[in-house]
């Protein structure tokens, strides 16, 4: 009965705030990693500088002003969704080194996925039917 009436309470005070998003996990995880870095280095500026990012973070969370913390989020992703797209590509070049090659089309520039032939080889491009030549050597 106590948990219910907290958990109305709670839902009532965050009505009409911004909450948690994408830039407050970033945010997030940049404070762990400072806090990690400030028990091996013990300094200062580290703490205040977590502490600032915690402090934001839940200014950030309970403000209510959506559109402006909306249009933070929307910046913060147009700026981690590429990192985020060649780590992943970096990856899976990783994963799959034994079965594929990538390899980018002098002409067009698109990266392509080539299968393992040792040696020189001549490939065409997909997208622009440009004939190439591409070594291989492990």
């Known amino acids: ?6 958990k109305e309470k709670l839902v009532k005070f965050m009505s009409g ?3 948690i998003d994408q830039l407050y996990y970033a945010l997030l995880l940049l404070t762990m990693v400072l806090m990690l870095v400030n028990l091996k280095v013990d300094s200062l500026i580290l703490m205040l500088l ?3 990012v915690i402090l934001l973070l839940i200014l950030r969370s309970f403000s209510r ?4 913390r909306a249009w933070e989020n929307k910046k913060f992703l147009k700026i981690w969704y590429p990192i985020k797209r060649k780590a992943r590509m970096l990856f899976r070049r990783i994963k799959e080194i034994k079965v594929h090659r990538y390899r980018k089309c002098p002409n067009c520039k698109k990266t392509l996925q ?4 040792r040696g020189k080889n001549t490939v065409k491009c997909p997208r622009c039917q440009e004939k190439f030549e591409v070594r291989v050597i492990l």
């Open 1 to 6: 009965m106590n948990l219910e009436r907290f």
């Open 114 to 117: 080539l299968p393992v032939k």
């Open 65 to 68: 002003n959506i559109s402006r």
């Open 50 to 52: 977590s502490n600032g």
């Open 17 to 19: 705030r911004y909450g």
